[in-house]
């Protein structure tokens, strides 16, 4: 039976006159966009381009909530009331939706980005949070999050779908989570080695951690960060391998 993954990628985060990455390009490599929705990054313009560009390309749209922190990229840990970080997702949740009515697209999926995401991958108290925020918007909609996570947890407890997420672009701890950026191996930036994780984690369910061990790893969608200076080489080289193999490329509706 032919393999089914999904290719996802953050989008939608320039800024202004700020520039990321050519996602007309990297769009063709994908299958899934996580895109901004304007407190990490991304401002109306970039936001609704990038809604225009993915569904030009038939890539499915998610959103990508993080905290209120432009000058950070969201990747600074908060300490915020719970109610507040409901609010949070629920309001950049409309923010994207208003964009996808206006263009006739249908949200797919909510992954939660930078430090929210990491944050909530542990407590329980801010996974569901996101949770609850994105069940009272639309229980159809699928939360990403990586296998083993408190977010995966309380979503799947409260019925809501999920997809598991791993990462080929970012080093591994031994428990299993991402390591800390600026840590050592915590940016892949060998195109070779994205591609040898890809492939392990796909076939064998396992990435190798910072320190050499193995971390078992499950995945029905594989990121590629779209602020990587090597992202669209990156999704040009997964991809292709991934099709060689004989692994069907596939929007997360259609794999989980």
């Not at 609010?87 to 206006?102: C, D, K, M, P, S």
């Not at 299993?176 to 890809?198: D, M, T």
């Not at 602020?227 to 292709?240: C, G, H, L």
Request: with cysteine; charged share 25%.
């Amino acid at each position: 039976m032919v393999r089914k993954i999904d290719l996802n990628t953050d989008a939608g985060e320039s800024f202004g006159r700020w520039r990321l990455v050519d996602e007309s390009e990297l769009f063709k490599y994908v299958s899934s966009a996580n895109i901004a929705c304007g407190f990490h990054a991304g401002d109306p313009a970039s936001i609704w381009g990038s809604v225009r560009t993915a569904k030009s390309l038939g890539v499915a749209v998610g959103a990508h909530p993080g905290f209120p922190d432009l000058m950070g990229f969201g990747r600074r840990e908060m300490i915020v009331d719970l109610v507040e970080l409901k609010a949070y997702v629920i309001y950049q949740l409309g923010a994207l939706e208003a964009f996808l009515r206006v263009e006739g697209v249908r949200m797919q999926h909510v992954k939660p980005h930078g430090a929210l995401y990491n944050m909530a991958w542990v407590r329980e108290d801010y996974a569901r949070a996101i949770v609850e925020a994105v069940a009272s918007y639309d229980r159809g909609l699928i939360i990403v999050a990586p296998y083993g996570s408190q977010v995966v947890r309380v979503a799947e407890e409260q019925g809501l779908k999920t997809a598991y997420e791993a990462f080929i672009d970012r080093g591994y701890l031994p428990d299993g989570r991402l390591a800390p950026r600026g840590a050592p191996g915590a940016l892949i930036s060998s195109v070779s080695e994205a591609v040898e994780r890809a492939l392990s984690i796909i076939d064998k369910g396992v990435v190798r951690a910072v320190d050499g061990s193995l971390v078992e790893v499950r995945a029905h969608t594989l990121c590629i960060h779209g602020d990587s200076p090597k992202a669209v080489e990156f999704a040009r080289s997964v991809n292709s391998m991934l099709k060689e193999f004989g692994v069907e490329i596939k929007p997360i509706s259609e794999v989980v």
